[in-house]
């Protein structure tokens, strides 16, 4: 046995000095109480009778200084709390804080259960076992190092919230092998509802460890959104698709209807049959949305669905830059049309002979028709029509007729670009230079060039396009379409959507540190590294990093399963938790017994 | 101040314990005064509180200002020991300042471990703490600051200080230190500096795509802590790049940029590596070269092995005529290495013999069609085919076609009649030979074909009716009966094989005739041409000097057979084996065959089939489950039949392109057309549309995004696919992964990959006839571990860590300490107070009873 209260010496003292006092009062004789009678002859019998019960009454002081005695002790060596020194188990009490035990299947809700449950471990531990908690979803974390303190690690139990993402049960694994390393007698309790793999549980290296399981739920009747995400149409920016997956994992047929809203009002609406198990997929082609925030809601037939985590799903599809564009141009229909069906160009034309360099920064794109500067003006991007002489950023050379035109290596500029039956007349010969990316050629003549000259990409087309039928082929709006996005850095929009509990980096405009605000509050501040910033959701909902609204969804098919899998690992055998408590708890009932069976005997006059 | 119990059930000890010591107060029999009485049930009830109390566990939460301070410190490679010893030297006067505070010490590089501190002793040495951490090549802090946060105990101000140099590989820094300041938890970081010298390639980067013999530039970034001098190589394919592969040249501190001129000939995949020699001052040698690949596209390249090449020329002129480049080889120069395929699009095995493909031939054709798309082209002919041999090969198994199409069929392939001649003449060895002859033409034939055999003299007796072949037993014993006597007519004998084979259902039919004598003629041409009209074949063995040569040889050429003749009988068998050989080449057809269409598809557009003349022969195949045939002779024998096979495509053309089965195809206007759009199908593009696909290195993986967009700007969804990864310097290693669909017309896939260049192809199929609808192909290069690609501290990183946590930037070891004001709540139990309460309220119980002043006598 060893204390863990106050120490043996410090004891020992407390019992000697009290046990003294004790002694002393027991030691005192009391005096008689004064009882006048009437007649002592009829009191005389019952001397005698008390005469031969003298024995007794000698043993009943004694007692009674026991009694106080034992009593005193009892307390005593309470206040030492002792424990055995015999090996105790040391536990790595995983408690499952993963998205699904938010699921409703049992009242009030699987977490509630979960924590009843790991409470009831924690009850379950002898003097000397040890334990932790560790707080398990996609991030699993310890809540405090390995303690025999029942009550402490209640307290740290009853603080776990469910998290809205899935369970990492490798980490959590690898994290209670690393706690329960050269620990004696180890084990694992995982407390959840068992709604995790299978081949994970068998492939678990523990080290060693023993795996049991405690299960809460009782149904896996669930409908969830597994996958949700919009984007605008290549070309037509004003519209976009979105794409849903809804999964049933009820055991029979069921209907649900899915609608789908934008900007908050309601757009469409579909009803949806599945199977047993099965999986729809919806596209939903051709919405708008001023904001581009989409939603999906999922309306489950009643009493199907014990999860509603899932049935909600946020795509916020990024408003696209918008481009100052300069045309210097006599006047050219085709070009400008097909600069004006970009709906993020901001317009404006003037003629080669008013044009002035504009000075920096004034223009994102400048688009040259038949007219080179002798110094290329300074914009991130430029379209060259036809250049010649010194400004040009390609070297001009010979005049070919009639052209054939094939197209270059791959370019991102030449994305759905085809250059098969476009009819040239005439065009000068491009040389690039090093570096250079040729996008079209007619039997190895450089026609079409795209490039960076400084921090300024350009492309340059070597014939007018007067000259030719590229302007009424669909290839031509590509054409441009793919340089504006080429000049803006926008040839992949960022899809504002994502999965719960999976770091994203978030691209965001400035700033070294960005304020975080979760859908349940703020985050604080959030470091940016390299113009992102390094986000870990753990809740769905609109989050905003600075500026940058981001959806954040559950999306995880295998946490909307929340079938609860008994078995999956040996069950945990709480055993007989009253027996089980810490020493000190039994010396103190003790104590409490003994010391209300005095009070009886005292005032029944048995003791003294 | 707040109190509360843990366990407040325990309090229904108090209320039961009420009762219980109010009603023996009443009814006591002591002899103690009233108020004496009414006191000491005061105090015992108090006492049964204090208990009960302690049982309850009592908490009082009170405020602390005490620190656990977890120091973070970085042992990953691109921290040197000095930089740790210096961090040893925080700890310790972080430990000798600690005064009523905690330090707990975690060591971390690729992961995180607490270090035990025993404050009687040093901090362990360097080599201790790196190897206490653990996954060298990688610095995880936001693992380092997880874990550091589990370690702050209750009750105390956790303060998490990172000793590092800031650059984290994992990247999950940010993440933690928001969860981090969401829960209070300041970090403060104290930057290690580095103090070593390092020179590396930090990136080579050739254009994205290029054309055969277009120059460009390859770029090749390099980085360096000192101003020295050092020497670039570049690369291509492990050998100098041509023309520009070696630089000397000056880096100075930070980023230097080397452009190196390249230009690539053929088209194909390429690898650059840039080498990085010749330093004075370096630390680490692995981040001194990388590479990155480069797909060059060009005209596609057609590889035509043929038994004969001159007679393939016709075929290569139509493929040239086609804008193909075309290389015809003869057998010896088919490659064995999926890398010598690789630089074609397709090939074209013409009339080649089973025996030119060896098994690292196939194997590589194998990999190259499956993994890396290339187009190969089956073409038969008489070569090919005129010993067998293709069944069961793995070159059948890359073809869309059967060749034991006969032998599995359950109807008989061969109906075969042995007339043999038993007159006395045949009497001797002669009659032992024959017997032996048809007992091995029998051992020939496959078990479904049909064999008969009938003897004559003057008569004809059935020996062995018409029955399966594969009753061997049975007819060896009919054979043996076999015995010489009587007269020679062949007549009555060739009836009863015209009676037997004429309804018999076999697709060949044939009789084979032995006879040594002369035999009347009468009837036996016209029985013979009734046969003939019978799809009946005779072949005739006339065995020694008597034997009606004349007689015989009529017969086999009006019966479309052949006609033996020996003087030595021992010879017999062998005749009959190769006569049974001929007729069973049932592989071969060469019968002149028109060929029609068998469903409309785009590689014969333009061809008009109308006017195709017939072709003189054919191997007789099936086509295969899910094979597409094309093109079919009248009888229904496939000639033309395709299919995918993984992402490549095979052909089976199973008459020939030249001037033996094909000779009038040759003149024809169809032919060039027809080979020229043949080969341009099966050859390596992409299968339906061209998508679009991005590829990234992050740590040891490469992401690849395809998106799927078809040519009217619309998503293209509902598909299924995956992204094999090769390398380049070895293709056929390949790594596939599944591509996923995570957005309208967006499907993505992560592979764990090796360090090197790997060219990447995603193949994206309809999720209904799993129709191949897209292609599409990029290039990733992936280095050395990141944790060796940053030379210089993250001191930005590092601020921004302490400023986002409300902690300091490169503090003093004592300033770790500095609560600035923070409290902490602390939970502090009471039980024992209760108990030491309890104890002292029953000595009180006891004064009271016993020592009360007047209740003693003197």
Same mark, same amino acid.
């Given at each position: 046995v060893k204390l863990h209260g106050v120490p043996l010496g410090a004891l020992l003292a407390i019992f000697s000095a009290a046990g003294a006092v004790l002694a002393a009062l027991y030691l005192l004789r009391q005096r008689r109480r004064r009882v006048e009678v009437a007649f002592l002859r009829l009191w005389s019998g019952e001397r005698g009778r008390r005469d031969a019960a003298r024995f007794l009454r000698r043993l009943r002081w004694p007692l009674s200084l026991l009694v106080q005695l034992a009593l005193l002790a009892l307390l005593v060596a309470a206040l030492g709390d002792p424990r055995p020194d015999a090996t105790g188990r040391h536990l790595a009490i995983l408690l499952d804080a993963s +998205? @699904?035990? *938010?699921? *409703? !299947?049992v009242a009030p809700d699987r977490m509630t259960l979960a924590r009843d449950e790991a409470r009831r471990v924690v009850e379950s531990m002898g003097p000397s076992d040890q334990a932790m908690i560790v707080r398990m !979803?996609?991030? /699993?974390? =310890? #809540? &405090? /190092? #390995? @303690? @025999?303190?029942a009550v402490a690690l209640e307290r740290l139990i009853d603080a776990v919230q469910p998290s809205h993402t899935a369970a990492d049960l490798p980490r959590a694994f690898a994290m209670a092998r690393d706690a329960l390393r050269d620990r004696e007698r180890p084990g694992v309790v995982l407390v959840g509802d068992? +709604?995790? /793999?299978e081949d994970l549980l068998a492939r678990a290296d523990l080290g060693g460890a023993e795996l049991r399981s405690v299960v809460v739920g009782r149904s896996g009747d669930n409908l969830g959104i597994v996958a949700f995400a919009a984007r605008r149409y290549p070309m037509d920016r004003e519209s976009f698709e979105a794409l849903a997956e809804v999964k049933s994992f009820l055991g029979h047929p069921t209907t649900a209807r899915l609608h789908i809203l934008a900007d908050g009002v309601p757009l469409d609406t579909r009803e949806i049959h599945l199977g047993p198990g099965e999986t729809a997929r919806l596209a939903f082609a051709d919405l708008h949305a001023t904001q581009g925030r989409f939603e999906a809601r999922l309306e489950p037939a009643p009493g199907t669905d014990h999860f509603a985590l899932d049935d909600r799903a946020l795509a916020l599809v990024g408003q696209p830059r918008r481009l100052r564009t300069l045309l210097v141009s006599d006047g050219n229909l085709f070009l400008e049309g097909a600069l004006l069906l970009s709906e993020q160009v901001d317009l404006e034309r003037v003629a080669p002979r008013d044009y002035r360099p504009p000075p920096a920064d004034r223009w994102d794109v400048v688009v040259l028709d038949r007219f080179t500067p002798p110094e290329p003006p300074r914009a991130p991007g430029l379209i060259y029509v036809s250049p010649s002489g010194k400004g040009s950023p390609v070297e001009t050379g010979a005049t070919v007729s009639a052209p054939f035109l094939e197209g270059g290596a791959p370019h991102p500029l030449l994305r759905h670009v085809a250059w098969k039956d476009v009819n040239v007349a005439r065009a000068r010969v491009l040389r690039p230079a090093p570096g250079d990316a040729t996008l079209a050629q007619s039997f190895g003549d450089p026609l079409v060039v795209a490039g960076t000259r400084g921090v300024a990409r350009f492309l340059a087309v070597g014939f007018d396009l007067r000259q030719s039928d590229l302007v009424v082929r669909v290839a031509f709006p590509l054409l441009v379409r793919n340089a504006l996005d080429w000049f803006s850095g926008e040839d992949d929009e960022p899809l504002l959507a994502l999965a719960a509990g999976q770091t994203a980096h978030v691209p965001v405009p400035g700033g070294s540190l960005v304020d975080v605000v979760a859908p349940d509050g703020p985050r604080g501040r959030a470091p940016a590294k390299d113009g992102s910033v390094a986000l870990w959701p753990d809740r769905v909902g609109t989050w905003r990093v600075g500026p940058v609204e981001i959806g954040v969804n559950l999306c995880d098919a295998s946490e909307s399963r929340i079938a609860p899998r008994a078995g999956a690992a040996a069950a945990f055998v709480p055993g007989r938790a009253a027996l089980r408590h810490d020493p000190w708890v039994w010396l103190a009932a003790s104590a409490l017994l003994i010391g209300l069976l005095e009070w009886a005997t005292f005032h029944r006059r048995l003791t003294v | 101040m707040t109190f509360a119990l843990a366990r407040p059930q325990a309090l229904w000890l108090a209320l039961a314990a009420l009762p219980w010591i109010l009603w023996f107060s009443r009814r006591s029999l002591s002899d103690l005064l009233p108020a004496q009485r009414v006191l000491s049930t005061v105090v015992r009830l108090l006492w049964c509180a204090c208990l009960a109390a302690a049982l309850g566990r009592p908490l009082v939460v009170r405020d602390d200002n005490r620190v656990a301070a977890v120091l973070l410190l970085d042992t990953s490679p691109s921290v040197s020991d000095e930089q740790i010893d210096a961090a040893r030297a925080f700890v310790e006067r972080a430990r000798a300042a600690r005064g009523e505070n905690d330090v707990v010490l975690v060591s971390f590089a690729g992961a995180a471990r607490a270090v035990p501190l025993d404050h009687r002793r040093a901090v362990p040495a360097a080599a201790a703490l790196r190897a206490a951490a653990a996954g060298a090549d990688a610095t995880d802090i936001g693992a380092a600051v997880a874990l550091g946060r589990a370690l702050v105990p209750a009750g105390r101000i956790g303060r998490l200080v990172l000793l590092s140099d800031g650059q984290d590989t994992e990247g999950g820094l940010g993440a933690e230190a928001q969860a981090a300041a969401a829960a209070r938890v300041r970090i403060d970081t104290v930057p290690l500096v580095r103090d070593r010298p390092e020179a590396l390639v930090r990136a080579v980067e050739p254009p994205p795509g290029a054309a055969p013999g277009e120059p460009f530039e390859v770029r090749v970034g390099l980085s360096s802590t000192e101003a020295q001098h050092a020497r670039v190589t570049l690369f291509e394919d492990d050998l100098p790049n041509p023309g520009d592969a070696v630089r000397e040249i000056d880096l100075g501190v930070g980023r230097t940029e080397v452009r190196f001129r390249a230009r690539v000939t053929e088209p194909g995949l390429v690898r650059y590596r840039a080498r990085l020699d010749g330093l004075a001052h370096d630390t680490h040698a692995g981040n001194n070269q990388l590479a990155a690949p480069l797909r060059v596209a060009g005209q596609p390249r057609v590889l035509i092995v043929d038994g004969q090449p001159a007679e393939a020329d016709a075929l290569r002129r139509a493929l040239c005529d086609a804008r193909l480049r075309v290389d015809l080889r003869d057998p +010896? &120069? %088919? =490659?064995?290495?999926v890398e010598d395929l690789d630089r074609f699009d397709a090939v074209v095995l013409s009339d %080649? +013999? =089973?025996? @030119? %493909? &060896?098994a690292d031939t196939t194997r590589a054709l194998s990999t190259w069609v499956h993994d890396l798309g290339g187009g190969l082209l089956f073409v038969a002919g008489p070569g090919a085919f005129g010993q067998g041999g293709w069944e069961d090969s793995g070159t059948e198994r890359l073809l869309p076609v059967r060749f034991d199409a006969e032998r599995r069929r359950? !109807? =008989?392939?061969l109906g075969l009649i042995l007339v043999v001649d038993k007159s006395g003449s045949m009497a001797g060895s002669k009659i032992d030979l024959a017997k032996e002859a048809a007992r091995a033409t029998a051992d020939l034939l496959d078990p479904t074909d049909l064999i008969g055999v009938v003897a004559f003299d003057s008569q004809a007796t059935w020996l062995v009716s018409l029955q399966r072949a594969a009753n061997r037993t049975r007819i060896h014993d009919d054979i043996t009966r076999l015995s010489a006597g009587g007269g020679t007519s062949i007549l009555p004998a060739l009836r009863e094989a015209h009676r037997e084979l004429g309804p018999a259902r076999a697709k060949k039919k044939h009789v084979i005739v032995l006879s040594d004598g002369q035999s009347p003629e009468g009837g036996v041409l016209e029985l013979v041409q009734d046969m003939v009209r019978d799809g009946i074949t005779l072949s005739t063995v006339g065995v020694g000097d008597g034997a009606d040569r004349t007689l015989l040889g009529q017969i086999a050429e009006q019966g479309g057979g052949r006609f033996y003749f020996t003087d030595q009988a021992d010879r017999i068998p062998r005749i009959f084996t190769r006569e049974t050989s001929e007729v069973t080449r049932g592989s071969l057809s060469e019968e002149p065959v028109r060929v029609h269409a068998t469903r409309a598809a785009e590689v014969l557009a333009g061809v008009d089939l109308e006017s195709a003349p017939p072709l003189r022969g054919h191997a007789v195949a099936r086509s295969k489950p899910d094979a597409e045939t094309l093109l079919a002779t009248d009888d229904g024998d496939p000639i033309l039949a395709r299919w995918r096979v993984g992402l490549g495509r095979t052909v089976a053309f199973l008459s020939d392109a030249k001037a033996r089965w094909a000779a009038e195809w040759l003149r024809w206007p169809g032919y060039a057309r027809l080979w020229a759009q043949l080969v341009r199908e099966t050859i390596r593009h992409p299968g339906g549309e061209t998508f679009s696909m991005r590829a990234w290195a992050q740590g040891g993986r490469a992401l690849a995004t395809v998106d799927a967009i078809d040519r009217n700007d619309r998503f293209v969804d509902d598909l299924v696919g995956e992204v094999a990864a090769l390398p380049a310097e070895r293709p056929s290693d390949r790594v596939t992964a599944p591509l996923a669909q995570t957005a309208p017309g967006r499907y993505q896939a992560a592979l764990r990959l090796a360090p090197g260049a790997w060219f990447l192809r995603a193949t994206l199929r309809s999720g209904e006839d799993r129709e191949t609808v897209g292609e599409a192909e990029a290039a990733v290069g992936l280095g050395y571990a990141r944790e060796y690609a940053d030379l210089e501290p993250d001191l930005q990183g590092l601020r921004q860590v302490a400023a986002a946590t409300g902690g300091r930037f490169a503090p003093s070891p004592e300033q770790v300490f500095d609560t600035g004001g923070e409290l902490v709540r602390t939970p502090k139990e009471l039980w024992a107070d209760a108990l030491a309460l309890a104890i002292v309220l029953g000595l009180v119980d006891v004064v009271l009873r016993r020592a009360v002043p007047g209740r003693r006598t003197g």
């Amino acid at each position: 046995v060893k204390l863990h209260g106050v120490p043996l010496g410090a004891l020992l003292a407390i019992f000697s000095a009290a046990g003294a006092v004790l002694a002393a009062l027991y030691l005192l004789r009391q005096r008689r109480r004064r009882v006048e009678v009437a007649f002592l002859r009829l009191w005389s019998g019952e001397r005698g009778r008390r005469d031969a019960a003298r024995f007794l009454r000698r043993l009943r002081w004694p007692l009674s200084l026991l009694v106080q005695l034992a009593l005193l002790a009892l307390l005593v060596a309470a206040l030492g709390d002792p424990r055995p020194d015999a090996t105790g188990r040391h536990l790595a009490i995983l408690l499952d804080a993963s +998205a @699904s035990m *938010t699921a *409703t !299947d049992v009242a009030p809700d699987r977490m509630t259960l979960a924590r009843d449950e790991a409470r009831r471990v924690v009850e379950s531990m002898g003097p000397s076992d040890q334990a932790m908690i560790v707080r398990m !979803d996609a991030r /699993p974390r =310890p #809540l &405090g /190092p #390995l @303690s @025999s303190d029942a009550v402490a690690l209640e307290r740290l139990i009853d603080a776990v919230q469910p998290s809205h993402t899935a369970a990492d049960l490798p980490r959590a694994f690898a994290m209670a092998r690393d706690a329960l390393r050269d620990r004696e007698r180890p084990g694992v309790v995982l407390v959840g509802d068992g +709604a995790w /793999p299978e081949d994970l549980l068998a492939r678990a290296d523990l080290g060693g460890a023993e795996l049991r399981s405690v299960v809460v739920g009782r149904s896996g009747d669930n409908l969830g959104i597994v996958a949700f995400a919009a984007r605008r149409y290549p070309m037509d920016r004003e519209s976009f698709e979105a794409l849903a997956e809804v999964k049933s994992f009820l055991g029979h047929p069921t209907t649900a209807r899915l609608h789908i809203l934008a900007d908050g009002v309601p757009l469409d609406t579909r009803e949806i049959h599945l199977g047993p198990g099965e999986t729809a997929r919806l596209a939903f082609a051709d919405l708008h949305a001023t904001q581009g925030r989409f939603e999906a809601r999922l309306e489950p037939a009643p009493g199907t669905d014990h999860f509603a985590l899932d049935d909600r799903a946020l795509a916020l599809v990024g408003q696209p830059r918008r481009l100052r564009t300069l045309l210097v141009s006599d006047g050219n229909l085709f070009l400008e049309g097909a600069l004006l069906l970009s709906e993020q160009v901001d317009l404006e034309r003037v003629a080669p002979r008013d044009y002035r360099p504009p000075p920096a920064d004034r223009w994102d794109v400048v688009v040259l028709d038949r007219f080179t500067p002798p110094e290329p003006p300074r914009a991130p991007g430029l379209i060259y029509v036809s250049p010649s002489g010194k400004g040009s950023p390609v070297e001009t050379g010979a005049t070919v007729s009639a052209p054939f035109l094939e197209g270059g290596a791959p370019h991102p500029l030449l994305r759905h670009v085809a250059w098969k039956d476009v009819n040239v007349a005439r065009a000068r010969v491009l040389r690039p230079a090093p570096g250079d990316a040729t996008l079209a050629q007619s039997f190895g003549d450089p026609l079409v060039v795209a490039g960076t000259r400084g921090v300024a990409r350009f492309l340059a087309v070597g014939f007018d396009l007067r000259q030719s039928d590229l302007v009424v082929r669909v290839a031509f709006p590509l054409l441009v379409r793919n340089a504006l996005d080429w000049f803006s850095g926008e040839d992949d929009e960022p899809l504002l959507a994502l999965a719960a509990g999976q770091t994203a980096h978030v691209p965001v405009p400035g700033g070294s540190l960005v304020d975080v605000v979760a859908p349940d509050g703020p985050r604080g501040r959030a470091p940016a590294k390299d113009g992102s910033v390094a986000l870990w959701p753990d809740r769905v909902g609109t989050w905003r990093v600075g500026p940058v609204e981001i959806g954040v969804n559950l999306c995880d098919a295998s946490e909307s399963r929340i079938a609860p899998r008994a078995g999956a690992a040996a069950a945990f055998v709480p055993g007989r938790a009253a027996l089980r408590h810490d020493p000190w708890v039994w010396l103190a009932a003790s104590a409490l017994l003994i010391g209300l069976l005095e009070w009886a005997t005292f005032h029944r006059r048995l003791t003294v | 101040m707040t109190f509360a119990l843990a366990r407040p059930q325990a309090l229904w000890l108090a209320l039961a314990a009420l009762p219980w010591i109010l009603w023996f107060s009443r009814r006591s029999l002591s002899d103690l005064l009233p108020a004496q009485r009414v006191l000491s049930t005061v105090v015992r009830l108090l006492w049964c509180a204090c208990l009960a109390a302690a049982l309850g566990r009592p908490l009082v939460v009170r405020d602390d200002n005490r620190v656990a301070a977890v120091l973070l410190l970085d042992t990953s490679p691109s921290v040197s020991d000095e930089q740790i010893d210096a961090a040893r030297a925080f700890v310790e006067r972080a430990r000798a300042a600690r005064g009523e505070n905690d330090v707990v010490l975690v060591s971390f590089a690729g992961a995180a471990r607490a270090v035990p501190l025993d404050h009687r002793r040093a901090v362990p040495a360097a080599a201790a703490l790196r190897a206490a951490a653990a996954g060298a090549d990688a610095t995880d802090i936001g693992a380092a600051v997880a874990l550091g946060r589990a370690l702050v105990p209750a009750g105390r101000i956790g303060r998490l200080v990172l000793l590092s140099d800031g650059q984290d590989t994992e990247g999950g820094l940010g993440a933690e230190a928001q969860a981090a300041a969401a829960a209070r938890v300041r970090i403060d970081t104290v930057p290690l500096v580095r103090d070593r010298p390092e020179a590396l390639v930090r990136a080579v980067e050739p254009p994205p795509g290029a054309a055969p013999g277009e120059p460009f530039e390859v770029r090749v970034g390099l980085s360096s802590t000192e101003a020295q001098h050092a020497r670039v190589t570049l690369f291509e394919d492990d050998l100098p790049n041509p023309g520009d592969a070696v630089r000397e040249i000056d880096l100075g501190v930070g980023r230097t940029e080397v452009r190196f001129r390249a230009r690539v000939t053929e088209p194909g995949l390429v690898r650059y590596r840039a080498r990085l020699d010749g330093l004075a001052h370096d630390t680490h040698a692995g981040n001194n070269q990388l590479a990155a690949p480069l797909r060059v596209a060009g005209q596609p390249r057609v590889l035509i092995v043929d038994g004969q090449p001159a007679e393939a020329d016709a075929l290569r002129r139509a493929l040239c005529d086609a804008r193909l480049r075309v290389d015809l080889r003869d057998p +010896a &120069g %088919l =490659p064995r290495k999926v890398e010598d395929l690789d630089r074609f699009d397709a090939v074209v095995l013409s009339d %080649l +013999a =089973p025996e @030119s %493909l &060896g098994a690292d031939t196939t194997r590589a054709l194998s990999t190259w069609v499956h993994d890396l798309g290339g187009g190969l082209l089956f073409v038969a002919g008489p070569g090919a085919f005129g010993q067998g041999g293709w069944e069961d090969s793995g070159t059948e198994r890359l073809l869309p076609v059967r060749f034991d199409a006969e032998r599995r069929r359950e !109807d =008989p392939r061969l109906g075969l009649i042995l007339v043999v001649d038993k007159s006395g003449s045949m009497a001797g060895s002669k009659i032992d030979l024959a017997k032996e002859a048809a007992r091995a033409t029998a051992d020939l034939l496959d078990p479904t074909d049909l064999i008969g055999v009938v003897a004559f003299d003057s008569q004809a007796t059935w020996l062995v009716s018409l029955q399966r072949a594969a009753n061997r037993t049975r007819i060896h014993d009919d054979i043996t009966r076999l015995s010489a006597g009587g007269g020679t007519s062949i007549l009555p004998a060739l009836r009863e094989a015209h009676r037997e084979l004429g309804p018999a259902r076999a697709k060949k039919k044939h009789v084979i005739v032995l006879s040594d004598g002369q035999s009347p003629e009468g009837g036996v041409l016209e029985l013979v041409q009734d046969m003939v009209r019978d799809g009946i074949t005779l072949s005739t063995v006339g065995v020694g000097d008597g034997a009606d040569r004349t007689l015989l040889g009529q017969i086999a050429e009006q019966g479309g057979g052949r006609f033996y003749f020996t003087d030595q009988a021992d010879r017999i068998p062998r005749i009959f084996t190769r006569e049974t050989s001929e007729v069973t080449r049932g592989s071969l057809s060469e019968e002149p065959v028109r060929v029609h269409a068998t469903r409309a598809a785009e590689v014969l557009a333009g061809v008009d089939l109308e006017s195709a003349p017939p072709l003189r022969g054919h191997a007789v195949a099936r086509s295969k489950p899910d094979a597409e045939t094309l093109l079919a002779t009248d009888d229904g024998d496939p000639i033309l039949a395709r299919w995918r096979v993984g992402l490549g495509r095979t052909v089976a053309f199973l008459s020939d392109a030249k001037a033996r089965w094909a000779a009038e195809w040759l003149r024809w206007p169809g032919y060039a057309r027809l080979w020229a759009q043949l080969v341009r199908e099966t050859i390596r593009h992409p299968g339906g549309e061209t998508f679009s696909m991005r590829a990234w290195a992050q740590g040891g993986r490469a992401l690849a995004t395809v998106d799927a967009i078809d040519r009217n700007d619309r998503f293209v969804d509902d598909l299924v696919g995956e992204v094999a990864a090769l390398p380049a310097e070895r293709p056929s290693d390949r790594v596939t992964a599944p591509l996923a669909q995570t957005a309208p017309g967006r499907y993505q896939a992560a592979l764990r990959l090796a360090p090197g260049a790997w060219f990447l192809r995603a193949t994206l199929r309809s999720g209904e006839d799993r129709e191949t609808v897209g292609e599409a192909e990029a290039a990733v290069g992936l280095g050395y571990a990141r944790e060796y690609a940053d030379l210089e501290p993250d001191l930005q990183g590092l601020r921004q860590v302490a400023a986002a946590t409300g902690g300091r930037f490169a503090p003093s070891p004592e300033q770790v300490f500095d609560t600035g004001g923070e409290l902490v709540r602390t939970p502090k139990e009471l039980w024992a107070d209760a108990l030491a309460l309890a104890i002292v309220l029953g000595l009180v119980d006891v004064v009271l009873r016993r020592a009360v002043p007047g209740r003693r006598t003197g």
